[in-house]
């Protein structure tokens, strides 16, 4: 029985984290554009423009949008892995596109065009691990999601940190190899993961919740008894059966931390090379506490973990602009960002996910996980 059980949890780790590299995918096309900042502005001539910079380093989030509104009405028509599918293909291009253009116009399109992939990825990687998980791990697994979230970000600032070459004060940057082809490796780094993303994707099962709300009940029991046996297949089927008869997390701030982080440690004090250094140091922080969160939502639950993060982030932010407003820089400001970092990573992080992919019914799962999904990325927009 040991052996059984075992062959099952098995099974669902492999396809949730199969499912799952569209969070790590999600983190690294979020995050690698923060280490690439100061050397792509400068090749292409808008580091004296705050507005230029704030449009090019939000457009992503636009594409973002798109790819929640498409998500969300054709993963409930034509099925979960489809689109999964999708979102590993425009990752790729996006990651190579990306990186060869020349033109200020075209890096923005394709900004826009990986954004999409990150918003279909965002909505559908957790619904696919909440459907296939029983209730009593779902938490657990679906925090999956946002581990390999973390970790997309930590590769991003690791792959980032690795590229760029010691910056020489007063070098001009755009004649060094950092601003002609350093930040353009970084994006390309992400064709690896999206690729192996794309083969996986085809040996992972259909979610079985939506082939049963298309009454293909046989192939849906099938896949359930690969996750919990057939008695545990049988009962789900009778309950999907039965069945078929969100900004906040956003307006925490935590990414614009991770997109403004050279001008957050730049303000502090640091140089560009401590700068990437001090990002890896956030990304570490981050995958931590994300193993902290994984352990305690099903343990403490959903409600009192939100609570703790929103007033904890609420009092780290408070001392963290009374530093600046001080002129207290350094270690005092790496200090206050490791422990929002610390902080969101253990509650808001994961369990908005949890919460979302978990409260909707089968009939309308996709377009409400979109819907919701939608606002947390308008919001993200804005604050950006």
Request: hydrophobic share 55%; with cysteine; aromatic share 14%.
């Given at each position: 029985?040991?052996?059984?059980?075992?062959?099952?949890?098995?099974?669902?780790?492999?396809?949730?984290?199969?499912?799952?590299?569209?969070?790590?995918?999600?983190?690294?096309?979020?995050?690698?554009?923060?280490?690439?900042?100061?050397?792509?502005?400068?090749?292409?001539?808008?580091?004296?423009?705050?507005?230029?910079?704030?449009?090019?380093?939000?457009?992503?989030?636009?594409?973002?949008?798109?790819?929640?509104?498409?998500?969300?009405?054709?993963?409930?028509?034509?099925?979960?892995?489809?689109?999964?599918?999708?979102?590993?293909?425009?990752?790729?291009?996006?990651?190579?596109?990306?990186?060869?253009?020349?033109?200020?116009?075209?890096?923005?399109?394709?900004?826009?065009?990986?954004?999409?992939?990150?918003?279909?990825?965002?909505?559908?990687?957790?619904?696919?691990?909440?459907?296939?998980?029983?209730?009593?791990?779902?938490?657990?697994?679906?925090?999956?999601?946002?581990?390999?979230?973390?970790?997309?970000?930590?590769?991003?600032?690791?792959?980032?940190?690795?590229?760029?070459?010691?910056?020489?004060?007063?070098?001009?940057?755009?004649?060094?190899?950092?601003?002609?082809?350093?930040?353009?490796?970084?994006?390309?780094?992400?064709?690896?993961?999206?690729?192996?993303?794309?083969?996986?994707?085809?040996?992972?099962?259909?979610?079985?919740?939506?082939?049963?709300?298309?009454?293909?009940?046989?192939?849906?029991?099938?896949?359930?008894?690969?996750?919990?046996?057939?008695?545990?297949?049988?009962?789900e089927i009778e309950s999907i059966k039965t069945d078929?008869?969100?900004?906040?997390?956003?307006?925490?701030?935590?990414?614009?931390?991770?997109?403004?982080?050279?001008?957050?440690?730049?303000?502090?004090?640091?140089?560009?090379?401590?700068?990437?250094?001090?990002?890896?140091?956030?990304?570490?922080?981050?995958?931590?506490?994300?193993?902290?969160?994984?352990?305690?939502v099903d343990k403490l639950?959903?409600?009192?973990?939100?609570?703790?993060?929103?007033?904890?982030?609420?009092?780290?932010?408070?001392?963290?602009?009374?530093?600046?407003?001080?002129?207290?820089?350094?270690?005092?400001?790496?200090?206050?960002?490791?422990?929002?970092?610390?902080?969101?990573?253990?509650?808001?992080?994961?369990?908005?996910?949890?919460?979302?992919?978990?409260?909707?019914?089968?009939?309308?799962?996709?377009?409400?996980?979109?819907?919701?999904?939608?606002?947390?990325?308008?919001?993200?927009?804005?604050?950006?």
């Amino acid at each position: 029985m040991k052996t059984k059980s075992f062959s099952n949890n098995f099974y669902l780790l492999l396809i949730s984290l199969v499912s799952a590299m569209g969070g790590l995918l999600f983190g690294y096309d979020w995050v690698v554009i923060g280490g690439a900042k100061p050397f792509y502005e400068i090749f292409f001539a808008i580091e004296n423009s705050p507005g230029m910079q704030g449009w090019v380093m939000g457009s992503a989030i636009l594409g973002c949008l798109i790819g929640v509104t498409i998500a969300g009405s054709l993963s409930d028509k034509y099925g979960r892995k489809p689109l999964m599918i999708i979102a590993a293909i425009t990752f790729t291009v996006s990651a190579i596109g990306t990186g060869a253009v020349n033109d200020l116009n075209w890096f923005i399109f394709y900004r826009i065009f990986g954004g999409i992939g990150i918003g279909i990825a965002s909505n559908l990687s957790p619904m696919y691990i909440a459907e296939v998980s029983p209730s009593h791990v779902r938490g657990k697994f679906v925090s999956i999601n946002q581990l390999t979230i973390v970790l997309g970000i930590l590769a991003a600032q690791f792959v980032n940190w690795l590229i760029a070459e010691p910056v020489v004060p007063g070098e001009n940057i755009l004649e060094t190899w950092n601003g002609q082809m350093g930040w353009r490796w970084m994006f390309w780094a992400e064709v690896v993961p999206s690729a192996l993303f794309f083969i996986l994707i085809f040996f992972i099962p259909e979610s079985p919740r939506w082939l049963a709300t298309k009454l293909q009940y046989g192939k849906a029991e099938n896949i359930l008894s690969h996750i919990g046996g057939k008695e545990y297949a049988k009962k789900e089927i009778e309950s999907i059966k039965t069945d078929i008869s969100a900004a906040f997390q956003q307006w925490c701030g935590l990414y614009v931390v991770f997109n403004y982080a050279q001008e957050i440690f730049a303000a502090a004090g640091y140089g560009v090379s401590d700068i990437l250094f001090n990002i890896v140091v956030t990304g570490v922080t981050n995958v931590i506490f994300t193993f902290v969160g994984m352990y305690t939502v099903d343990k403490l639950g959903r409600r009192s973990l939100m609570l703790f993060g929103a007033s904890g982030l609420a009092i780290i932010y408070i001392i963290m602009g009374i530093c600046y407003y001080l002129n207290i820089t350094g270690m005092a400001v790496l200090i206050m960002v490791v422990l929002a970092i610390a902080c969101y990573a253990m509650t808001l992080a994961p369990v908005t996910w949890v919460v979302l992919s978990e409260i909707f019914p089968n009939r309308i799962r996709g377009m409400a996980m979109a819907v919701s999904t939608f606002s947390l990325w308008v919001a993200c927009f804005v604050l950006t």
